[in-house]
């Protein structure tokens, strides 16, 4: 999705908004620019390509000055062309802005400003965007100390659809002006300096005192002052939060790359996840954040769970635990799906969203519909102050820290954690016993340190990879709480590796799939389940009838037969809790090396975004 960083302050932008966009690359983007306004005059570069190159074309050229946007693209109107990166100038060379979003009605607002004489040199809805600020501050009384703030203020008034928005405009030198709506948008409040960013990654470099801008907000940033206030004109207090965690989090260190450096975090990411999270007898899960009361938990009938891609996955594995622990009814929705479905639900539903970025726009709108029917709702979620965490009800916030690569791993697994928490928390507020609830938490515990051990395994899986990082097609099975670790398995392989790949309920492969099957074909099978380890057995065996490869995945108490799959990965036995966790460890470590040995870009793999801003 697109970058946005802007700066106002007492230093030289240019190294700033560079190094801001180089911490928003993980996030995917196409084109990259920036714009520095010195004495009047807007310097301007951009291009198709890496900011890399940015950096050099801006650094060389001598760009500085003490205000400035930048912007890093992710093209939704338009070619990925110069032309169309951003930032965007007005036609009078007077306003510059960097926007993240989709305006809805730019073609309408396109034709009004033709009517008015403006002409376009892009196919951006953005360009259509400056424009109108342009038009606004062109009828502005000019002697109003407020002339630039309320001309973006009443163009937003015309805009449908969605925006994050820095702008700067040449007749205010000291002036850095900011919105937001359905686009995340931050502030950070430095020395003697203001930051603007879409994203905290960008700016935690130079403070971690930031404002989160909600929907319908705009911010100016004046000498050394913060107003913000509504399209409404309604002022507002900023509300400054304290960002939950350092820049060092997100170094690369010694790894070759982000997604390498999370799947080893996850030992941490578990401990964070539970960190003073049981209570003192150890019996039960506590949250602090919930905001919602045990009486009326008791009264839930049944939950949904919504979220997009791998969050969905967690959804499904949520089914399993909430339904096994807690005995409550659960549905599980694609966010992108039931914002639209209108499904009559009952009364007693808790909605439950699961989210890393807290930004997915479909997993937002979901919360929005479901707030707006009046449920209650809940956020599993890795970014504090994130649009998500701040609209729902209340929460769990999975402190996993930063991740940066675009292919979950850390945040996959801490949400299932976290699902597994809340399992045994609703499971002892009904009919679980005391002695269940210790064993249970002594599981959870347990989980670093298995998660540790099965990340041992990642030699033996780099020399695994070696065999299979040809294949054209592969085909994830697994039943039960294994079925969306399939699911996972297939999604980490397609997304970094670019090999078609297929998650399956195991059973249902005879319905289809196994006309897939064959020696360019190999099957990944998680059997690590006990009591339906005969059938899965009876999978494999059908899948090497065909005379397809297979990869197990199996615990340590039940191995496949000597000689009967072509590799075998043993994972440490555990409580059942915890299984789809321990489970998801080959697989990121298998899609990580083959993708690596196919030379792909593991870290910020083609077409994809990191968080999925836009519909
Ligand atoms: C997973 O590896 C992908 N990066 C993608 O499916 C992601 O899980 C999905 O876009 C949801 O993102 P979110 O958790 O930030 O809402």
């Given at each position: 999705m697109c970058g946005i960083v802007g700066y106002i302050g007492n230093r030289d932008a240019t190294p700033i908004l560079i190094e801001g966009l180089?911490?928003?690359?993980?996030?995917?983007?196409?084109?990259?620019?920036?714009?520095?306004?010195?004495?009047?005059?807007?310097?301007?570069?951009?291009?198709?390509?890496?900011?890399?190159?940015?950096?050099?074309?801006?650094?060389n050229n001598g760009m500085s000055g003490s205000l400035g946007i930048s912007h890093t693209r992710w093209a939704t109107h338009g070619g990925v062309t110069e032309e169309n990166a951003?930032?965007?100038?007005?036609?009078?060379?007077?306003?510059?802005?960097?926007?993240?979003?989709?305006?809805?009605?730019?073609?309408?607002?396109?034709?009004?400003?033709?009517?008015?004489?403006?002409?376009?040199?892009?196919?951006?809805?953005?360009?259509?965007?400056?424009?109108?600020?342009?038009?606004?501050?062109?009828?502005?009384?000019?002697?109003?100390?407020?002339?630039?703030?309320?001309?973006?203020?009443?163009?937003?008034?015309?805009?449908?659809?969605?925006?994050?928005?820095?702008?700067?405009?040449?007749?205010?030198?000291?002036?850095?002006?900011?919105?937001?709506?359905?686009?995340?948008?931050?502030?950070?409040?430095?020395?003697?300096?203001?930051?603007?960013?879409?994203?905290?990654?960008?700016?935690?470099?130079?403070?971690?005192?930031?404002?989160?801008l909600n929907d319908g907000e705009l911010v100016s940033l004046k000498n050394g002052k913060l107003n913000l206030r509504t399209t409404d004109e309604e002022d507002l207090e900023p509300e400054i939060q304290k960002v939950d965690w350092e820049i060092q989090d997100s170094e690369l260190g010694d790894y070759e790359h982000y997604m390498l450096k999370e799947i080893f975090e996850q030992p941490t990411a578990l401990e964070n996840a539970m960190r003073g999270r049981f209570t003192d007898d150890s019996s039960t899960a506590k949250f602090g954040g919930l905001n919602v009361s045990a009486q009326e938990l008791r009264q839930v009938d049944r939950i949904l769970f919504c979220a997009c891609g791998t969050a969905w996955h967690a959804c499904l594995v949520a089914e399993y635990l909430v339904e096994r622990y807690a005995r409550i009814p659960v549905e599980v929705e694609y966010a992108s799906e039931f914002r639209y479905r209108n499904a009559p639900l009952d009364k007693h539903t808790l909605v439950i969203v699961i989210s890393q970025s807290g930004e997915t726009i479909d997993t937002l709108a979901a919360l929005r519909e479901s707030k707006r029917k009046g449920y209650k709702t809940l956020a599993?979620?890795?970014?504090?102050?994130?649009?998500?965490?701040?609209?729902?009800?209340?929460?769990?916030?999975?402190?996993?820290?930063?991740?940066?690569?675009?292919?979950?791993?850390?945040?996959?697994?801490?949400?299932?954690?976290i699902i597994s928490m809340l399992a045994l928390y609703?499971?002892?507020?009904?009919?679980?016993?005391?002695?269940?609830?210790?064993?249970?938490?002594?599981?959870?515990?347990?989980?670093?340190?298995?998660?540790?051990?099965?990340?041992?395994?990642?030699?033996?899986?780099?020399?695994?990879?070696?065999?299979?990082?040809?294949?054209?097609?592969?085909?994830?099975?697994?039943?039960?709480?294994?079925?969306?670790?399939?699911?996972?398995?297939?999604?980490?392989?397609?997304?970094?590796?670019?090999?078609?790949?297929e998650g399956y309920p195991a059973a249902e492969m005879k319905h289809g799939p196994i006309a897939l099957i064959g020696n360019e074909c190999p099957a990944i099978v998680l059997a690590t389940q006990p009591d339906i380890h005969t059938k899965l057995l009876s999978n494999i065996q059908e899948v090497k009838a065909r005379g397809a490869s297979v990869i197990s995945v199996v615990n340590q108490s039940n191995p496949m037969p000597e000689g009967l799959v072509d590799d075998q990965i043993v994972i440490p036995d555990c409580h059942r809790s915890i299984l789809p966790t321990l489970a998801s460890i080959p697989m990121q470590l298998l899609s990580y090396h083959i993708a690596k040995m196919r030379g792909c870009d593991v870290d910020k793999p083609r077409n994809l975004a990191k968080s999925v801003t836009v519909e």
């Open positions: 180089k911490r928003l690359e993980y996030r995917g983007y196409d084109s990259a620019g920036v714009a520095i306004l010195k004495n009047g005059n807007l310097n301007l570069k951009k291009q198709k390509g890496r900011v890399a190159e940015l950096s050099r074309k801006a650094l951003h930032p965007h100038v007005s036609q009078d060379g007077k306003i510059a802005m960097a926007h993240n979003g989709v305006i809805e009605n730019y073609v309408s607002i396109k034709k009004f400003l033709e009517s008015k004489g403006y002409s376009f040199y892009s196919e951006t809805d953005s360009e259509v965007f400056v424009n109108l600020i342009a038009y606004h501050y062109e009828k502005e009384d000019e002697d109003s100390p407020t002339r630039f703030f309320d001309s973006v203020r009443k163009c937003l008034r015309h805009i449908e659809g969605t925006y994050g928005i820095a702008v700067m405009c040449t007749e205010c030198p000291n002036e850095l002006v900011g919105a937001r709506k359905g686009s995340p948008l931050i502030v950070g409040i430095g020395d003697e300096e203001f930051l603007i960013a879409s994203d905290v990654s960008a700016l935690i470099s130079r403070t971690s005192n930031v404002v989160y599993i979620n890795n970014s504090v102050g994130s649009t998500i965490a701040r609209e729902s009800d209340g929460g769990i916030y999975q402190h996993a820290g930063p991740e940066i690569g675009v292919a979950s791993t850390k945040a996959f697994t801490s949400q299932l954690h609703l499971g002892r507020l009904r009919d679980m016993s005391y002695q269940d609830g210790v064993e249970y938490v002594e599981a959870l515990k347990k989980a670093p340190e298995l998660v540790a051990d099965a990340l041992k395994l990642n030699d033996q899986i780099e020399e695994m990879a070696a065999k299979y990082k040809d294949m054209q097609d592969c085909l994830f099975l697994g039943r039960q709480d294994m079925f969306p670790i399939a699911l996972e398995g297939a999604l980490k392989l397609k997304e970094i590796s670019y090999i078609h790949a």
